[in-house]
């Protein structure tokens, strides 16, 4: 077992300074002292070249070199189905402003954009992923029911010239329809969307004062707050507004549009980093998307498997005083400590590890861990559907 320092992203849409999991993340992990002015939005654990951990121990060797040199710690399941990477990236987000709504590409769709624009797309590789919240988190996924979209073209000024719908006897096709729809937004002309916008503020702040708003309603007048004019208001009205507890997971498949909202989450997805703009190829997704629970496997741990086959998340909660064992696998696991302090024990080492603490194990490793307060971590490794039926 290998501790990691990792890296950081520091987009706009993070948490600033203290207030950010990933900045006091960072701190213990690496040391660096935190910026109270930055903006602290991602923290990866994995190989991925944008932003590769390292080695602890061993000079500044990255994982992903390491795991080159030794392809044994991946397992032949793993080498075999991927090669000699790990499949898939762990992340901890700490999102302070919406981000722009985005889809990531399916595999086909992936290859193409690496190949035209390498600079941009910078892997070939499709980005199914899985949010599992760890404070309240909000999120915009999937394409909203028909039923919803009929209130939409009622409410929204303009909504003839930015909203073109076709009726077949009075029902929407929405599959069709609501791609169309989406995809046709994103080029409205920029003064029709900055009136249309004008025209809904303004009557949702007048009846702001004489009735209660839907939280979509609430959520647009927060969005217009953050982003003045931008047609990604106007998008949000046709995306589900997803609201999770903490331990709620949801998982986004290829080419499925969404935007997080605030909140602060763990992230697990397909080793990739490609981001597609809204409004191309979006999937179309019938009703609410799904809110995953997870599944226990005993008192301390429950497991979040996703309909992907990269991955699978394992969140555990200790209890002063308690242990845990996580079995040998044929494949690997990434782990990372959120709060607490404990030790993780294989065959042959010993690590303390506290908040911040990052670590790979190799496939066939046997992980006890303890603690004598508690201890709050993650484990990500491949879905077990494929190491234990390759």
Request: hydrophobic share 40%.
């Amino acid at each position: 077992m290998a501790k990691l320092n990792c890296s950081i992203q520091s987009y706009d849409w993070g948490r600033i300074g203290s207030d950010s999991q990933v900045a006091r993340l960072f701190e213990s992990n690496c040391g660096v002292r935190i910026d109270e002015t930055k903006h602290y939005a991602e923290f990866w654990i994995g190989t991925h070249v944008s932003g590769p951990s390292v080695l602890q121990r061993i000079g500044n060797v990255s994982l992903r070199d390491w795991i080159l040199q030794n392809p044994k710690v991946l397992g032949d399941v793993v080498v075999d189905k991927w090669g000699i990477d790990l499949p898939f990236l762990l992340k901890v987000l700490s999102v302070g402003r919406s981000l722009s709504i985005q889809a990531h590409p399916d595999k086909d769709l992936a290859g193409l954009l690496h190949k035209l624009q390498p600079n941009t797309y910078k892997d070939s590789n499709h980005k199914p992923e899985m949010a599992l919240a760890l404070t309240e988190f909000e999120a915009l996924c999937g394409f909203i029911s028909s039923e919803e979209l009929d209130v939409v073209l009622k409410s929204v000024p303009c909504a003839d010239q930015i909203l073109t719908v076709n009726q077949h006897n009075g029902e929407v096709k929405e599959a069709r329809v609501l791609r169309s729809i989406f995809t046709k937004l994103m080029s409205v002309n920029h003064e029709v969307i900055s009136k249309a916008l004008s025209g809904l503020i303004n009557r949702l702040t007048r009846e702001n004062k004489i009735r209660q708003l839907t939280s979509k309603e609430e959520l647009v007048l927060k969005l217009e707050k953050q982003y003045p004019n931008d047609v990604g208001v106007l998008a949000a009205l046709l995306l589900n507004h997803v609201k999770l507890e903490p331990s709620d997971a949801l998982y986004i498949a290829a080419n499925e549009p969404h935007a997080y909202l605030k909140g602060e989450c763990i992230e697990c997805m397909a080793a990739s980093d490609n981001v597609v703009r809204a409004g191309l190829t979006p999937k179309y997704i019938d009703g609410l998307p799904e809110i995953l629970k997870g599944v226990p496997l005993n008192q301390y741990v429950r497991r979040y498997p996703p309909p992907f086959e990269e991955f699978e998340v394992d969140q555990c909660v200790l209890d002063q005083g308690a242990s845990v064992v996580f079995p040998t696998l044929p494949g690997p696991s990434v782990f990372v400590v959120i709060s607490g302090e404990g030790s993780m024990l294989t065959s042959s080492c010993e690590e303390s590890v506290s908040e911040g603490a990052a670590l790979f194990a190799p496939a066939g490793t046997e992980v006890r861990v303890s603690t004598d307060s508690e201890l709050r971590f993650y484990r990500a490794g491949v879905n077990n559907k494929v190491l234990l039926n390759p």
